[in-house]
């Protein structure tokens, strides 16, 4: 029988993500005016980067997928090595992961870009969250749209 040490890591628990990115997008009308917003978190859970950006007229789904293309070039750019993303968008999360289609070809070129950057991490996962636990990210979009609003 081999003496297993209190302090070592059990093989299948895998390292924290080096970063967390809660993202969203809106439109106001679908098309219209649109937003995205990211917040980054760091392992410990601490906010370390938000971001933001009026994209001009465009759908929902073209903003959640600006949204997902920010955290990614955040990500890259900063040199994480992995990077874990919650999204409200439940289209946008089963696409990623391979179980819809992305069927409109204005989704495409973005799905591909992400799809791109995504093999360029070492670990990335993509979950959906209830629109409840991604406010802040929420917020960030209206805050964007509410100060474009003349």
């Known amino acids: 029988m081999t003496q297993k040490s209190l302090f070592q890591e ?15 997008g809106g439109a106001r009308g679908n098309p219209g005016p649109a937003a995205y917003g990211v917040v980054i978190r760091n392992a410990q859970g601490e906010i370390i980067d938000e971001i933001a950006e009026y994209l001009g007229i465009k759908t929902n ?13 955040y990500a890259l750019r900063e040199k994480y090595p992995s990077l874990k993303v919650v999204s409200d968008s439940e289209l ?11 069927k409109n070809t204005g989704l495409l070129e973005l ?8 093999r360029k991490l070492e670990r990335f996962s ?22 474009r609003r003349g």
């Not at 059990?10 to 969203?24: F, G, L, Q, S, V």
């Not at 946008?92 to 992305?102: D, E, F, N, S």
């Not at 799905?111 to 995504?118: F, G, I, L, N, S």
């Not at 993509?126 to 100060?147: G, P, Q, T």
Request: no cysteine.
């Open 61 to 73: 789904n073209f903003a959640e997928y600006s949204g997902l293309l920010a955290a990614l070039e």
């Open 10 to 24: 059990p093989p299948h628990r895998a390292a924290a993500y080096a970063i967390k990115a809660n993202i969203d």
């Open 92 to 102: 946008l999360v089963r696409q990623m992961k391979g179980q819809y289609r992305v």
């Open 126 to 147: 993509i979950d959906h969250v209830l629109r409840e636990h991604n406010r802040e990210a929420d917020r960030l979009v209206n805050k964007v749209l509410d100060s």
């Open 111 to 118: 799905y591909e870009r992400a799809r791109v950057m995504v």
